[in-house]
């Protein structure tokens, strides 16, 4: 029987690019080459944060805008503050399976509520930067209150000891939104150490655009 080689090859390779396409379609799309999910606590249920599976999957319109007027949405320096380190999604998610599991950090929304409720980063906090900067609203209790929260205590004299403070992630909607860099500086005037604040600048926009599981 005469074997047809050319209709060989072509049948080896289709069964081989099947197996290829399979085998990625199992693996799913992960959010690293070696995390493809991770766990974390919001509002008492416990949420799986991954991405968006559907290859052809888009990001909400309103997170595909271009036209943002500035001021007020203009784009924002690298690094909120000195000393304060400026992170990506895959350290926003390493911080979500190490501090947060511990509970040594906290993930801030530091967006007013009105964009909270909108839709939020798992496992974030909604602290607005109104409750952390003096010029914008914030007072000794909207400090008190959050400091506390952060593990923020009175010394003897008075002054905040800071010794057991926890790591703070900031962010708000993106790079041209101001929000989280107001309160990263609040949070400065305050005493608050620069090594422990971490300014995730991306914020939603990116969050949404990579196709990160989002609550409400």
Known sequence: MKINNKLVSITITA????GLSSTAIAAGTKITPSIESV???????????????????????TWTKTGRRCPPFCVQPLTAA????????????NFMRNELVVD?????????????TRGTIPGSVNIPFTSLHRSKGADDGSIMEAFER??????GDGSWDFSEA?????????WWCGQSPMAIKGLLNEGYPADRLFYYRGGMQNWQIYGLTVVK
């Open 104 to 116: 040594d950090g906290v993930i801030i929304d530091a967006r007013i509520p009105d964009w909270f």
């Open 150 to 155: 952060f593990g923020v205590t009175r010394s």
């Open 15 to 18: 069964l081989l690019y099947a």
């Open 39 to 61: 766990t974390v606590e919001h509002n008492g249920n416990e949420v799986a944060v991954s991405r968006n599976q559907d290859p052809n999957g888009v990001a909400d319109v």
């Open 82 to 93: 000195p000393g304060v380190e400026t992170v990506g999604i895959a350290e926003v998610v």
């Open 166 to 174: 926890k790591n703070l992630i900031l962010w708000c909607n993106g």
